[in-house]
């Protein structure tokens, strides 16, 4: 058994902390042999919830979890941490686009990114899962510059995971037997998801489908607006499906991706596929040693191009309100 590493959960208070939390203590992100530090941070009116948060996981009784430290200070929240699920930000009411939480949000990326910069590990892995999650990743690393850009992502693994859900349904066949489907761009109703270099059981899903009218309009559609589908039914959003996902993306990321196989998740772009550079894109990247590539040689087609290109002018219009929103603070 290792030393116990730190790990930091911020909006620990919340709905998908609460799921989330469970899943980190007892072993399925950093593996069954890796003791943890759970740093709780949420705000300072959520302290009384965070208690009764902290009194369950000591009644889970899991064995990994050698120590909880709740908080509501940054410099303690974050201080000499190895991983950081940046959950904290004030989620989508219905009728909202994601978008519409980036003033409110962005601030507490630039708070963050900085108490990063002072007090956490130089290679802490960061995970960033509020809304806008791919603006708020890159404003925290801008304010961080002190760790490598490349320590900082952006979750899109659970548009992942809902697109190979829909087509697995679709073909009749268990989840796991669908591989490689790609989410490009933002975690936004902009975003691509992308059957065309997807299996199962290791044949194109194209033509497993043989159905494009199906993979170029109703698929993308129902995985662009899941988020919202489920706001309308749940009144709230996404919770138990988020915290998995995070779970799914941040052990992924230290244990490495199976040979032949991608998952998606939002970097600093350095240009691939003609994107512009330095906006938190959605890629497939391949894992190796702790270190995420960029999955090159994929083929884009004219209607890819397309949607590549309208998600990109999002995150550029987002970046640019994020960058003043910022300044003016
Ligand atoms: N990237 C993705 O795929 C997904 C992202 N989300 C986003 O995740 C975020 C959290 O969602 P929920 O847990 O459902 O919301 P929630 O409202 O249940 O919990 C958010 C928590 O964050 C805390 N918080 C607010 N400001 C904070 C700060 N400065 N520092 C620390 N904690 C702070 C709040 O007090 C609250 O306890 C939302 O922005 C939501 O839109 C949700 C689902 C999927
Ligand atoms: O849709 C939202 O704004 C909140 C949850 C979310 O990002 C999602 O379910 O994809």
């Not at 890159?138 to 809902?162: G, V, W």
């Not at 772009?269 to 190796?288: A, E, L, N, R």
């Amino acid at each position: 058994m290792s030393e116990p590493i730190r790990v930091v959960v911020t909006g620990a208070a919340g709905q998908i902390a609460y799921s989330l939390l469970y899943m980190i203590a007892k072993g399925d992100v950093f593996g069954p042999n890796q003791k943890l530090i759970l740093h709780l941070l949420d705000i300072p009116p959520m302290m009384g919830v965070l208690e009764g948060v902290v009194m369950e996981l000591a009644d889970c009784a899991l064995p990994l979890l050698a120590g909880v430290v709740p908080t509501a200070d940054p410099a303690v929240g974050f201080k000499d941490v190895s991983a950081a699920f940046l959950v904290g930000a004030m989620p989508r009411k219905q009728g909202m686009e994601r978008k519409d939480l980036l003033s409110a949000n962005v601030k507490i990326f630039k708070v963050q990114g900085e108490a990063l910069n002072n007090v956490a590990k130089k290679d802490v892995k960061v995970l960033v899962v509020g809304n806008p999650a791919n603006t708020n990743a890159l404003i925290c690393s801008h304010y961080a510059p002190s760790i490598p850009k490349e320590n900082f992502t952006a979750m899109t693994r659970l548009d992942q995971n809902r697109a190979q859900a829909q087509l697995a349904a679709r073909l009749s066949v268990g989840i796991d037997r669908v591989r490689n489907v790609i989410i490009w761009g933002n975690h936004s109703s902009t975003q691509y998801p992308d059957a065309k270099n997807a299996t199962v059981d290791g044949k194109s899903v194209v033509e497993a489908i043989a159905n494009n009218d199906y993979l170029n309009a109703e698929f993308v559609e129902t995985v662009q607006k899941r988020g919202a589908a489920v706001i309308n039914a749940r009144k709230m959003s996404s919770a138990m499906s988020a915290a998995k996902a995070a779970s799914d993306h941040m052990r992924d990321w230290f244990a490495g991706t199976k040979d032949g196989e991608f998952v998606s998740m939002g970097v600093v772009s350095d240009g691939s596929y003609g994107t512009p550079k330095d906006i938190v894109f959605s890629f497939p990247v391949q894992i190796k040693d702790g270190k995420w590539t960029i999955k090159q040689g994929l083929a884009v087609d004219d209607f890819a191009r397309g949607k590549l290109d309208a998600t990109a002018a999002e995150l550029l219009e987002e970046k640019e309100e994020a960058m003043a929103v910022c300044a003016a603070e």
